[in-house]
């Protein structure tokens, strides 16, 4: 009973400090701060590695598309030769940056990537007033500002800081269409999804779990809730569709986004995927590689493109998943802990020279920021999720289903942990809800739902104490005797 009268006045509470809806609102005050001092920071960033070479092979395909794109106008690593293998958002949008500033202008795209990310903590503030209260809201966009691993992909041509925007204004939009109760409002969460799908194509199968969401989520009757993921489908189904019918003509077979999807699948699933690091399998030649076993497996007749060799190896990997159940589930449980795993690209993109020469001290205390404040972040949000009090109930089953549903696909695929970065504005909010109603979680110290919250942190710090050993330790001794 005490508990549940302090439940209800928090709830008082958070009503009572909800702020004004307007983005005029939202911009005043504290939240005016936290963009200047994000926005010092990020071009002094910016500027420190505007010279900096594309060491990645994912930021050199996507400079090439790029390029590809200015010179040629076509969708491809070469003149004449189409390709489907990348989503297409974020190399035009990177094309698009080399029309208006010069083809190959790094800092431009940096530049870019500054405000982009500066636009994620404005929305990720009004998710967190959408959703909680003008404090909670706070804190999230906190954590989103100076978050380490956010402002260090700021310099890297990839599409993390894209897609985590894309991602966050679609939880902000379709937050606000069951809210307003507006049709509209939820079509153009569609559509924004759809966005995000051309950046990463992981997303693309969410709407058929979205629209069982909206018949519990939407209000009213069972004749209003139906529209309503109709109109989110139809809306990301609109957006998709002119890049999937070029994908399908090109590719003889269809092709939603990219051809990634069914090779990725096989790479973590045939009998050479490494146990720990499967993504690695990308890096296998020879008679043990992906293909090979593709091409030994089906004639050339049935393999003429790239999309019908995508459709081959997921039949492989689904085959491999069939006939070996037990190695399947061990590699997801290692899948799962890749992809909740402790930040290490920066470490380890650092420690090979990406940004610089960087003594030892300075290495070892970058990793100790970039693994301490996920760490942190990560565990503050389990108690969040678990035990804080939230004023929608629909929203937490949303960002939960959301994230699950991100996880689910990648440890059944590959598992890094650069692939949980668009997930952390979801991870914030409740790392920050548990911040704010700290003093509740800790009365409830007694309770099942406290224990529970431990128990999951416990399980995280094992795994990563676990992979660290298996995996890292030989690949830290190795970057800091190296730096």
Known sequence: MQAQTVDYHLRLEERAHKPATGWGAALAGPLTWILLSGAVLRLALCALGKDLPLHIVDEQHYNQIAVNLVQHGEFGFAPGELTSLRPPLYPALVAGVYALFGVENFAAVRLLQVILSLVTVAVAYRLGCAVASRKTALWLAGFCCFYPSFLGFNNLILT??????????????????????????????????????????????????????????????????????????????????????????????????DVMSGRNFMMGNYQHTPLYRSWDAISITGDKAWWHEVLAAYPASERKTQGQLDKLALAQGLKFVRENPGLTLERCLVKFFDFWGLERELIAGAARGYFGPIAKPALLLLALVVFGSYALALLLGVFGLVLAPSLDRRAWWFFFLLAAFVCGMHTMVFGHSRYHLPLMPIVFLFAAAALVHRDDIWQRRGSGSFWLACGLCVLFVAGWIWLFFAVDLDLFLSAMGSA
């Open 160 to 257: 993390e800081v894209l897609f985590t925007l894309l991602l966050t204004l679609f939880c902000l939009v379709m937050v606000r269409s069951w809210q307003r109760q507006s049709y509209v409002t939820g079509a153009s969460a569609g559509i924004v999804l759809g966005l995000a799908a051309l950046t990463r194509s992981v997303v693309w199968l969410f709407p058929p779990v979205l629209a069982v969401f909206l018949l519990f989520a939407w209000p009213g009757s069972i004749w209003r809730r139906l529209p309503a993921g109709l109109t989110v489908a139809l809306g990301f189904a609109a957006t998709i569709a002119p890049w999937t019918i070029r994908n399908t003509l090109l590719q003889e077979t269809f092709v939603t986004v």
